[in-house]
Structure formats: C-alpha cells, structure tokens
C-alpha cells in the first residue's frame, strides 16, 4: 500500500514538473518569499518600513540619481543583529539631498538640493560632527532605480518591503481557514444529520455575506492593524475549504477502507485524521491556491480603503491608494509598480493551483 502511495506522490510530481508555467510560479513564489522575509537586505533603504523621507526629491522617476549627505546624529540604538535583519535598522542619522558642497578648514558648507531649477540654502556643519573618518566617505551619489514616491522615500525600498505583508497574508489567512474549514467540513460531512444542518446554515449565512464587507467588519471591531487584517481575512475564507471538505467526507465515508477502519474498533477521531482527510486534501490544497490569491487581493483592497497595514508601514495597497491620483499627473508608475507586484504575485498563486489541480487529477 506504501509502494502505491508512494507511485501516485511521483506520479504527480512528475506532471506538476512537466507543466512550465506551474515550476516558473513556484520558483517566483520562492524568490518573493526570500525577499519578504530578507526585505531589509535587499532594500537600498535598510531603515524601518524604509521609511527615509526627502521631501526635496518627491515623486522622481525612476534611475533618479542625487548626492546624498549623511550627517550622523551619534544616537545609541541597542539593537540587535536579528532585529536589524528582520525589522529594519532603527534611523540614527539624517540624510539631506544635496546639490554641491565645499569643505572648509572646519567646516562642511552645502546646498540643498531643489528641484524645478530653484537655489537652495547654503548650510554649514562642523567638521567635528564626523568623527574618524574623512567628510567624503559621507557623501555619495544615491540612485533611486524605481524613483521616488510623494514623500521622497525610495521607491524600490517600499516596494520589496510591502512585499512581505501581501505575501505573509497569504500563509496566515490560509493556514486560519484551513484549521476552521477543515474541522467544521470534516463534522458536517462525517456525522450528518443535525449537526451537519447546523454546520451549513452557518457556511450559508457566512456565504451570504459579501466577503470584502464582512472583513471590514471584523476589521472595525478587532481595530485597525498589521495582524488583525490577518485575522480578519482568515475568518473569512473557511466557508469554501469547509464545503469542499464536506462535499469529499460523504463520498469518502462510504469507501471500503473506512468501513473497515470501522470494523477494527477504531474512533471516529482517527478515521477522519488518519484515514479519511489524507486521501481528500488534493482539491483542498488546490483551493488553498487560489485562496493565497483571494487573500493578497483582499489586503490590497483594504489597505486602499485604508483600513489594512497602517503607516509608516509598507503596502502594496497603500502604495497605491497613495499614488492612484499620480496616474493622470504624468507619473503612472508611482502606482502601476505596486500593482504591477499584486498581479504577478496573484497570477503566480493561480497558475500553480491550475498546474496542481492538473497534476493531482487521478483521471488524467
């Protein structure tokens, strides 16, 4: 029975393999994991939610470049190297756009950097603000590769940052429904009778709620936050995996292996989880899918309405409803990057359900 078992998970591998866009989604789902979870690595903008504002430079297009002084402000932050990893280096310094400077015997003189052909301030620094090292190993030439957004922060930095809330969505909001979806199918659809009409009103009255609707109120009543969107979008999308569960318990619960489960003695708590839901988790693990899609579009919307991630943290709906205006100001891309981001992400979760719903076919 094993060696069967273990010919089908083959099998399946093997067809999954051979379907190009379903490897070519799994491999861009892994690269946009590595780059959620090691956002503040890869960002040029390592501060907290790159959250470094320049109000000078606001709304630049992309390949901007602008010499960049750092002036160090000698703040303490413990800190630790997990921390700055995970979360961002907590801002010790103040960086000002520059257009030229000159160094003095003991001081720093600089203009600002303006745009639309202005003159900037002429500022002066001590020299003693830079302790052990030279003036110069301040002052660098920044590029900003995709821009600038109305407040000056780097662009590219916000996008692979808000990169990790619509991606983490997914995983949480999934992993809730699966836990309520499951339990609740699989004692609709084991018992019957009583219980499972009381389990489908439920689904039923849940289903008729429309769902962006019901997580706004949810949202409203657990407040406005980064894991209460999480939440709140996970206690809305049980009711599929629960009907679908339910739907493959009755066919299931009349197979000859659980009337024989039954026959040897053993609970019903043991012939659904050992028994049963193994043999039925391919279409639940094909809606899981497209359930990580449904889940990053509903942050999205949220954080629009803005009622998602608050600031200064990092969103792709956010970004978005921060820029939707920039569309018709000559600057699309403020917000066609973001959602550029949400529908590759979205379009990779789809096409890996359709490659794993094609290669878990047992009639093809």
């Not at 962006?212 to 999308?237: H, R, S």
């Not at 197979?255 to 043991?270: I, P």
């Amino acid at each position: 029975m094993s060696h069967k078992s273990n010919s089908l998970k083959q099998l399946a591998l093997q067809k999954f393999k051979k379907n190009f866009w379903g490897v070519f989604s799994f491999y861009y789902i892994v690269l946009v994991g590595l780059v959620s979870v090691f956002a503040y690595v890869f960002a040029p903008d390592n501060s907290q939610h790159a959250n470094q504002m320049h109000l000078s430079i606001h709304s630049k297009k992309p390949g901007f470049k602008v010499t960049m002084l750092t002036i160090p402000l000698q703040l303490e932050t413990n800190q630790s190297f997990f921390d700055k990893l995970f979360f961002g280096k907590k801002s010790t310094d103040t960086e000002v756009p520059i257009a030229n400077y000159s160094v003095g015997e003991d001081v720093l003189s600089y203009k600002e950097y303006t745009s639309d052909g202005l003159e900037g301030d002429l500022k002066t620094i001590p020299l003693t603000t830079f302790p052990d090292s030279s003036v110069e190993d301040y002052i660098k030439e920044k590029t900003f590769l995709f821009g600038t957004d109305k407040y000056g922060r780097d662009l590219l930095s916000r996008v692979l940052v808000g990169a990790r809330i619509s991606f983490f969505i997914g995983f949480v909001a999934v992993f809730i429904s699966l836990l309520i979806g499951v339990f609740m199918g699989s004692v609709a659809g084991y018992f019957g009778g009583k219980v499972d009409a009381l389990i489908m009103w439920i689904i039923n009255v849940t289903w008729s709620i429309p769902t962006l609707l019901l997580v706004i109120a949810i949202t409203l009543a657990l407040g406005k936050g980064f894991w209460q969107v999480f939440i709140a979008v996970g206690l809305t999308m049980w009711v599929e995996v629960a009907r679908v569960v339910r739907g493959q318990i009755i066919s299931a619960k009349e197979m000859q292996y659980v009337t024989a489960a039954r026959a040897l003695g053993f609970d019903d708590f043991r012939i659904i989880t050992k028994h049963i839901l193994p043999n039925i988790m391919a279409p639940v693990i094909v809606i899981s899918a497209a359930n990580f899609a449904a889940a990053i579009l509903i942050e999205s919307g949220l954080s629009f309405l803005g009622i998602g991630a608050q600031p200064p943290m990092a969103s792709w709906g956010a970004m978005i409803k921060d820029h939707y205006n920039y569309i018709i100001l000559g600057k699309p891309y403020l917000a066609i990057i973001p959602g550029l981001c949400i529908m590759s992400l979205v379009m990779a979760f789809m096409l890996i359900g359709n490659a794993l719903r094609d290669a878990l076919d047992v009639k093809s």
